[in-house]
């Protein structure tokens, strides 16, 4: 168990519909990170948030939306869903602002139909 | 853009074997290589991590070999085991974007 918790694990939902992910980080992680990892497409970076403040953005995309509360916890909100935003969404936690060692949630699977 | 290069994309092995997965980066400001290990139904793991001003680091099976002058940087995972069988993927950390850049994955399969 790595101390980071995603909810919910499944999620079925129709295009065009919105949905919000939501994570905890582990005790005491300022760092909050997004992946998606969609099939045979390995792991992208979408966001990296640090005490509440975005401090990197990868490739995502402008219907998605990430933030991080004064409690730490992060929420990254999809909507006007597609067919290809199905996928397994990962959050990763890290305590310090700047490193490579990020801690995994066991992810959200989304499906879109 | 696909910084991190990573293959094979997938690797069967027997019981005992040596398991070696290959990574190659061009960005020259990454400066942290980690490699995460993922079971099915699980998030990444870290498994083993290295700088680049050090040429090998070992922890039990584990073996990183980093070449930064070629820009590569490998996995060994010596007497293979079945319980290895999973998706390992290879990643540079780059200290001034943020950001941890994932190679594309490698499964493995250790068949008894």
């Known amino acids: 168990d790595s101390g980071v918790t995603q909810t919910p694990k499944h999620l079925i939902t129709a295009t065009g519909q919105r949905v919000t992910l939501r994570c905890s980080p582990r005790?005491?992680?300022?760092?909050v990170y997004w992946y998606q990892q969609s099939l045979d497409q390995g792991l992208q970076f979408l966001i990296h948030?640090?005490?509440?403040?975005?401090?990197a953005k990868g490739n995502i995309l402008e219907r998605f939306s990430a933030q991080q509360f004064p409690d730490l916890h992060s929420e990254l909100n999809l909507s006007s869903l597609e067919l290809g935003d199905s996928a397994l969404y990962f959050c990763?936690?890290?305590?310090?602002?700047?490193?490579?060692?990020?801690?995994f949630g066991e992810g959200s699977r989304l499906t879109v139909l | 853009q696909q910084q991190v290069k990573q293959s094979p994309q997938s690797l069967i092995v027997q019981k005992g074997g040596i398991s070696i997965i290959n990574c190659a980066y061009e960005?020259?400001?990454?400066?942290?290589f980690p490699w995460y290990q993922q079971f099915p139904g699980k998030g990444p793991a870290l498994l083993i991590a290295?700088?680049?001003?050090?040429s090998e680091k070992k922890e039990g099976r584990f073996t990183i070999s980093f070449n930064k002058s070629a820009k590569q940087f490998s996995l060994h995972i010596m007497d293979s085991q079945p319980g290895d069988s999973a998706t390992y993927f290879c990643?540079?950390?780059?200290?001034?974007?943020?950001?941890?850049?994932f190679g594309g994955g490698t499964r493995l399969m250790v068949k008894p």
């Open positions: 990763a936690s890290s305590q310090k602002r700047a490193s490579g060692e990020l801690f």
């Open positions: 005790s005491g992680d300022l760092s």
């Open positions: 948030y640090y005490n509440g403040e975005e401090r």
């Open positions: 960005n020259t400001a990454f400066d942290y």
């Open positions: 290295i700088r680049p001003d050090v």
């Open positions: 990643a540079a950390w780059h200290n001034a974007g943020n950001m941890l850049t």
